[in-house]
């Protein structure tokens, strides 16, 4: 059986109006995934920061550690500094991966909306209509401080951060100076957030694919 020969006659309006349909579908489903894939991350990663708390309460309902252990810094065993610290360093797991579903994203919307500007214009001309939505292939930008993922990222910075310098202090059984706990748990969170920054200003300096056909580029 043989196939019919392609369409190479214009495309008709209705066919632009059933790749917008497409379009306003795709771009849902890649705001869904977002949401799913941070909330996925973030409850795993409250899931591993918890842990040492309920170690500490198993303890200490077995009576394998005196609730008045816990009342000072130096009387608290040291196992229970290197739970956390530990749980700390598995915090980081959760906090790479979300930097990567945020890349990877808002690539997948980058490539939706270098799509929808294929068809925009045409639709304009012929339907005096335009999607309310973005059409530039450089959208989204993907490190936005003051964006939900990035508001994200900082606090999980902040609480592993947190974990890792008091985990890392106990062990060291030093006597935890308040000034110099902050200033370590802040230079830590610094590390971490500046993973988070040169990680996505890579993916937004990537470098454009081969294009053997020398057709123009959209994202220029």
């Known amino acids: 059986m043989r196939k019919p020969p392609p369409v190479t006659g214009p495309l008709e309006a209705t066919q632009f109006l059933q790749l917008a349909a497409v379009d306003f579908s795709g771009i849902y489903q890649v705001h869904l995934a977002a949401k799913e894939e941070r909330l996925k991350m973030t409850r795993l990663a409250m899931s591993l920061l918890s842990v040492p708390f309920l170690a500490t309460i198993a303890l200490t309902s077995a ?17 229970l500094f290197a739970l956390v610290a530990a749980f700390g360093l598995l915090g980081v797991l959760p906090y790479l991966r979300l930097i990567e579903a945020v890349n ?24 005096d209509w335009s999607p309310n939505l973005p059409v530039d292939p450089r959208f ?15 606090m999980m910075s902040v609480v592993n951060s947190t974990y890792l310098t008091v985990g890392v202090t106990g062990l060291a059984r030093q006597y935890p100076n308040l000034a110099l706990l902050l ?11 500046a993973v988070y920054y040169v990680r996505c200003n890579v993916t937004r300096r990537r470098r454009l694919p081969h294009n053997p056909f020398d057709f123009p580029n959209l994202e220029t």
């Open 183 to 193: 200033t370590s748990v802040l230079l830590v969170s610094l590390v971490h957030y």
């Open 140 to 154: 989204p930008e993907t490190y936005a401080p003051l964006a939900w993922p990035g508001v994200n990222v900082m």
């Open 104 to 127: 990877a994203h808002a690539r997948t919307a980058r490539a939706i909306n270098n799509f929808r500007l294929l068809y925009a214009a045409r639709l304009k001309d012929e339907l």
């Open 63 to 79: 009576k394998v550690v005196h609730p008045q252990q816990l009342t000072t810094w130096q009387s608290a065993p040291p196992y």
